[in-house]
């Protein structure tokens, strides 16, 4: 069997925080992140150009998501990853299923400087197939994405866009109006 089941994890390499991942929903949580990836260390933060946020239907709910637009773009927390890291992400993910993989050339502000790396990095994210529809996602999910967007310092206007893009505006200001009352 493929992914996780098939790691040396005797292997130092397996657990060796070697690669770039992007988040960008509710792995901006740090709890959530540990507790679903080990090895994982926050890095830095950086901007995905080019693309929007959106939530899109999966088998238990609405999640976020990106997708290409010339003119928007996400901001996303970064994380140093193990190869273990990697398989257990494919698995929550639902990787292939419902999301794949695309790699970003991108540059990093690393956390525990506050500067911007010399040399772009090459990043992973995971982005859930465009056939998917669009979705209103769960209050509790929305709080996640809201207070890690807070943490970071991120635009939430770009998590209220999102929302907007995929419920439509009127959906969209009853569904804050619910979540700041609630």
Known sequence: MAGVFSLDLGRAAARKADRF???Y???LSLERMKSRCPDAVAFGTAVIPGYRLLFKKSRTGSYA???QDANCCVPALVYKISELDEA???RYEGYPRYYYKRKFRLSVT???SGRRMKEKKMCMAYV???ERTLGEPGLEYFRLLD???STWGFDTDILDKGL???IGNEAAEKYIGLYLNG
């Open 25 to 27: 929903g509710s792995n």
């Open 65 to 67: 998501t990106i997708e």
């Open 21 to 23: 991942y992007l988040a």
């Open 110 to 112: 690393r956390l525990d």
């Open 88 to 90: 257990l992400l494919d």
């Open 147 to 149: 207070d890690g967007y």
């Open 164 to 166: 907007a893009d995929s």
């Open 128 to 130: 859930m197939r465009e």
